[in-house]
């Protein structure tokens, strides 16, 4: 009597289908939890790749000595990322880069030297909590008003501002219930004014970068156009 010998592969493939299924859900699942919904692997990629962004340029930071905030580049990859991403993408981007943080990953700046949700948190915890409203509301903004560089600019700025703010109003409680001698009013101007010429850079860079990225895709699809209608 003959032996069916496909039937062990017709059990292999469906195993294996489900397992990626279920390593897929596995990764989406805190996504999910806060709300952004169901979302496929090369969305998942995209997320983990710009919360890895973020997380190298919060480590390229340096301490002041006039305030637990240190200047970094991590505003502007939430500014960069803004702009290049669709709203629900850049706060689905960042809500993973905080549950990251939240759960003891090294993805937030060095100082203050603290981990986990002591840092989240912390002092500086204002200014993480608005990265993902900040960089939804850039994202929506710049495809609202339009997509060129002045809109980039105003949109970043806007998203900055928003992070300033939100930063300088957690900071100013904190220094209100801590041992630090500071008043409301000096701990807001500490925080948001002392970063305001850095943030100009940031802020017009990540929209001269924006910008550029978006002439080179519309360039290639112009090209590939082209290309297609002379054959």
Known sequence: MNKDIS??????VPTQSIASS???????RPLRAAGIGSIGIISVGIILAGSALAAVCAHL??????????????????????????????????????VEGAAGLPVF???????GLAHLFGPTGGYLLAYPLAAALISYLWRRVGRGFWPALGSAALGDLLILA???VWLAAMAHISAIHLSRLSATALAGLAFLPG???????????ACGALRLRRAGFDGDSSAEGGQ
């Open 109 to 115: 700046a060095p100082v203050p030297a603290t981990s």
């Open 22 to 28: 279920a390593a897929q859900a596995q990764i989406a």
């Open 166 to 168: 939100c930063g300088g």
């Open 199 to 209: 943030d100009a850079l940031k802020v017009a860079a990540a929209a001269a970068l």
């Open 7 to 12: 039937a062990p592969f017709a059990t292999i």
């Open 61 to 98: 930071a340096v301490p002041l000595f006039f305030t637990p905030v240190p200047l970094s580049l991590q505003p502007f990859a939430v500014l960069l990322l803004g702009l290049m991403l669709s709203p629900r993408m850049a706060a689905a981007t960042f809500a993973a880069y905080l």
